[in-house]
């Protein structure tokens, strides 16, 4: 199920399965005043998703910094100068982009992990009453 435009650039930016399974939304729906609700299977394999783009943006670092080492001036020239320097305020540039998606997704899935565990110990101590001793 892809909602509206915004699912649909998603989508098309990274591939239908990037929403899970059949291109499944995870949550609950409705937008119940700042209420989200998911079961543990569904938390867990969204902490998966997040943390295997994250691998793919520390990856995209990795590639960022190497090729900001192999820039070299083709001449001693002003215009070669120049096409270095254009390079490396372009490469600044997407390497500063990229540190921004590293840190936001970082704590994205800080929270995640946060919200699963008050999640266990909720689920945990609503149970507690039902068990036998």
Same mark, same amino acid.
């Given at each position: 199920?892809?909602?509206?435009?915004?699912?649909?650039?998603?989508?098309? #930016?990274? @591939?239908?399965?990037?929403?899970?399974?059949?291109?499944?939304?995870?949550? @609950?729906?409705?937008?119940?005043?700042?209420?989200?609700?998911?079961?543990?299977?569904?938390?867990?394999?969204?902490?998966?998703?997040?943390? +295997?783009?994250?691998?793919?943006?520390?990856?995209?670092? =990795?590639?960022?910094?190497?090729?900001?080492?192999?820039?070299?001036?083709?001449?001693?020239?002003? #215009?070669?100068? @120049?096409? #270095?320097?254009?390079?490396? =305020?372009?490469?600044? +540039?997407?390497?500063?982009?990229?540190?921004?998606?590293?840190?936001?997704?970082?704590?994205?899935?800080?929270?995640?992990?946060?919200?699963?565990?008050?999640?266990?110990?909720?689920?945990?101590?609503? +149970?507690?009453?039902?068990?036998?001793?």
């Amino acid at each position: 199920m892809i909602i509206g435009e915004a699912g649909q650039a998603v989508q098309a #930016v990274w @591939g239908g399965d990037i929403l899970g399974e059949g291109g499944r939304v995870y949550g @609950g729906g409705g937008g119940g005043g700042g209420r989200f609700e998911m079961d543990p299977e569904e938390l867990a394999s969204v902490i998966g998703q997040w943390e +295997a783009e994250l691998d793919k943006i520390a990856d995209d670092r =990795d590639k960022i910094n190497y090729i900001i080492g192999l820039i070299t001036s083709p001449g001693k020239d002003q #215009v070669s100068s @120049g096409y #270095v320097s254009t390079t490396m =305020d372009s490469l600044a +540039a997407l390497q500063t982009q990229n540190d921004s998606m590293l840190k936001y997704v970082q704590g994205y899935v800080k929270k995640l992990k946060e919200a699963q565990t008050k999640t266990v110990a909720t689920d945990h101590g609503l +149970a507690d009453p039902f068990r036998t001793v």
